[in-house]
């Protein structure tokens, strides 16, 4: 069965970085657009950043100039780096690739 798994996310003050991963299936991550989404509690899950099977990029207004997503086709997997983080980027944060989820890594930002 298709799953998708990320990993990165932790505590870290304001201002501060961190790098998440999400590792999906070669035949899946080799063809489709990989994503990031993030959700807060009592909010909607929010997309964050998209890259396509060919490395085209979009970000959300909220995480411009900040996050940076990127893909390694060898390992199968995609990356979001985040700098720059602040106490509104506190969320889970998700992987997600053709309506597949992961089951989402915490980030905290909090002094």
């Known amino acids: 069965q298709v799953q998708l798994v990320e990993s990165g996310g932790g505590l870290v003050q304001p201002g501060g970085s961190l790098r998440l991963s999400c590792t999906a299936p070669g035949n899946i991550f080799s063809i489709y657009p990989m994503g990031w989404y993030r959700q807060a509690p009592g909010k909607q899950r929010e997309l964050v950043a998209n890259?396509?099977?060919?490395?085209?990029?979009y970000y959300a207004d909220f995480v411009k100039g900040r996050f940076t997503i990127s893909r390694d086709n060898a390992k199968n997997t995609v990356y979001l780096q985040m700098n720059s983080l602040k106490p509104e980027d506190t969320a889970v944060y998700y992987c997600n690739c053709i309506g597949i989820w992961g089951q989402g890594t915490q980030v905290t930002v909090s002094s």
């Open positions: 890259i396509s099977n060919v490395g085209y990029t």
